[in-house]
């Protein structure tokens, strides 16, 4: 049983733990405008708002479970009534042709058009990144989200107590695994949600973490930035921009904003995928993992958690309570680059992360790290050692990107190839180089 606020009356369902809001909708509460495309949150056909006490946010409702609604409030494309301003401007704009995927992309102007949550300050272009349409060519939806601008609009009141009550605290997350190790926890659902929409797995007991607090802090110091693990990526964007601008650009490649709104750092870095964008980017900077199993904590390097394929060192019961990224020191030359065949929701072939500390001309430390290029995020110890302590010079440069070929032994697979990938990988170092002797034609050119 789960309880929820839609269009100001209380809903209670019947839902098992790995059921999706999109068949709750559709199937139970015949809401039938909320549409599955893709079963797996890349094209936004089923884009719905969830809200809470911090406000809305939109999300794809075809990867997220049913229990995640649990006490919070929803919106369906049914609840605008046909004639909010939003509707009304793809209608003289002629935004829609087949109409299949059209409440998906209403539903992520109308998330704008009030200042939900991944929207703020972000261009229509970038709000609708995680919506497709093979139709329209995108022009009058742009058009008509420029046109309905930003009212604003507060988040939910008077939301319904939970039916089923989650750990509230990461003490009692704790007690629960030490108690139930075997369970599967889900935290944003966007790679968990594949697993049963995809591969149809049963997952056995579920923990949801999402709404535990403690594990939701951002913390910024002089030294480091602390993210706790259920932090959501569009959460985490701001700081980790602050920290480093390539962060925030990359963060904002990671899925739509749908994904961003759900998707989680710990999450992403527990369940271990050799294509996670953020997993690189950290290594490279020197984050630390904090790891909780009952009372106890430990605290290891980020490069150490990822032992082999689907293999991360974490004990049944154990899990991911913090990551902690050192701020670059003065001179470090911090690169990240994603390399993929769509600039927008698209999945890396190659992720390269770069953080090259360069001191009176000397390389005196460099830690280079790539996702893609194996069967794990990982270091690149060849390449470094080829840097480290030589002048920052060409010669040095290519004596490092030709190591590259040496650390790592890529895959051919339907994103890239083998050859492509340690090309790429030797080419990127190459134009860091580059973008330094003649940054404006290099980088802008």
């Known amino acids: 049983m789960i309880r929820f606020l839609l269009d100001g009356e209380v809903i209670e369902a019947e839902a098992g733990a790995t059921d999706t809001v999109l068949d709750l909708l559709r199937y139970k509460l015949r809401r039938t405008g909320t549409k599955e495309g893709c079963a797996e949150g890349d094209c936004g056909a089923c884009t719905v708002l969830v809200g809470d006490g ?10 997220l479970f049913a229990p995640m609604i649990d006490g ?68 009058p939806i742009l058009d008509a989200g420029e046109a309905a601008g930003v009212q604003g609009e507060a988040g939910p009141q008077d ?13 009692e997350l704790a007690d629960l695994l030490m108690a139930h190790p075997e369970t599967q926890i889900v935290a944003g659902a966007t790679d968990v949600g594949l697993w049963v929409t995809k591969q149809h797995r049963d997952l056995g007991p579920v923990v949801f973490i999402g709404d535990i607090a403690d594990l939701r802090g951002v913390e910024e110091s002089e030294e480091a930035l602390t993210l706790g693990a259920a932090v959501r990526y569009s959460e985490a964007r701001a700081a980790l921009a602050r920290l480093h601008p390539d962060l925030g650009e990359l963060v904002r490649r990671i899925g739509g904003v749908q994904v961003r709104n759900s998707g989680t750092i710990g999450g992403n870095i527990a369940n271990g995928s050799p294509i996670g964008d953020m997993p690189p980017a950290l290594i490279a900077l020197g984050a630390e993992l904090t790891l909780r199993h009952g009372p106890a904590r430990r605290t290891i390097a980020l490069q150490d958690f990822f032992l082999s394929y689907g293999k991360q060192d974490r004990a049944p019961g154990e899990f991911v309570e913090s990551i902690r990224v050192p701020r670059p020191e003065p001179g470090t030359l911090v690169r990240i680059v994603k390399l993929s065949k769509r600039f927008d929701s698209d999945i890396s072939g190659v992720c390269g992360a770069f953080a090259i500390h360069i001191a009176d001309g000397v390389v005196q430390q460099a830690r280079i790290a790539f996702g893609g290029m194996a069967g794990i995020p990982a270091r690149a110890p060849g390449a470094e050692a080829a840097l480290t302590g030589k002048p920052w010079s060409a010669e040095t440069v290519e004596a490092a990107a030709i190591a590259l070929a040496q650390d790592y032994t890529p895959l051919d697979d339907l994103r890239a190839s083998a050859d492509y990938r340690r090309t790429v990988a030797a080419n990127l170092l190459r134009r860091i180089w580059a973008e330094q002797q003649e940054p404006v034609s290099v980088r802008h050119g």
């Open 159 to 171: 939301l319904p107590p939970r039916a089923n009550p989650n750990p509230a605290t990461a003490d």
């Open 54 to 63: 911090e406000g809305w946010r939109a999300v794809n409702a075809c990867i």
């Open 72 to 139: 919070k409030a929803l919106k369906t494309v049914e609840s605008l009534g046909g004639d909010h301003p939003v509707q009304r401007e793809m209608v003289a704009r002629h935004g829609s042709q087949c109409g299949f995927c059209t409440p998906g992309f209403v539903m992520s102007l109308y998330a704008r058009s009030i200042g939900a949550a991944g929207t703020e300050g972000v261009p229509v272009g970038d709000v609708i990144a995680g919506n497709l349409c093979r139709c329209t060519g995108y022009g």
